[in-house]
């Protein structure tokens, strides 16, 4: 049953992948939000909530290799290598919603490193993901 879901999960994380390196390389509006200097009143532009949910891995080079496999239809291969990051904790889900800190950027690859707040471990993923500045109460 868990490989059942498991398997679910990973083929939804993988789809997200496609629709991200189907993506134009025109800039997005998230990618111009992740860039801004100069924060509106009331934006932490640091703090952002997941747009949609996706995974991400510590190191660029698995992330990169992850995306690759997936774009290049091996997907199978994929899932093993995204399977074997999270159950390591080198991999990890992340979740619509979810509050997060950027850490670093990689615009032309596409890519930002996130941090959930509370948690030491920062990811790299889509920066689509990055989407949405987090508003300070």
Same mark, same amino acid.
């Given at each position: 049953m868990k490989r059942t879901v498991f398997a679910a999960l990973l083929a939804t994380?993988?789809?997200?992948? +496609? =629709? /991200?390196?189907?993506?134009?390389?025109?800039?997005?509006a998230a990618t111009e939000a992740t860039h801004d200097t100069a924060p509106a009143d009331?934006?932490?532009?640091?703090?952002?909530?997941?747009a949609?949910?996706?995974?991400?891995?510590?190191?660029?080079e698995t992330f990169e290799k992850i995306t690759k496999l997936s774009s290049e239809g091996d997907k +199978? =291969? /994929?899932?093993?290598?995204l399977g074997d990051g999270i159950a390591s904790g080198r991999c990890t889900l992340i979740d619509k919603g979810d509050m997060t800190l950027?850490?670093?950027t990689s615009i032309f690859a596409g890519m930002v490193k996130l941090r959930?707040?509370?948690?030491?471990a920062a990811y790299w993923t889509f920066i689509e993901?990055?989407?949405?500045?987090?508003?300070?109460?």
């Open positions: 994380v993988l789809a997200a992948c +496609d =629709l /991200a390196t189907d993506a134009s390389t025109k800039p997005s009331g934006v932490n532009v640091n703090s952002r909530v997941a949609r949910d996706a995974f991400g891995c510590q190191d660029k +199978d =291969l /994929a899932s093993k290598v950027i850490e670093d959930r707040k509370g948690e030491e993901v990055a989407a949405e500045p987090q508003k300070t109460e």
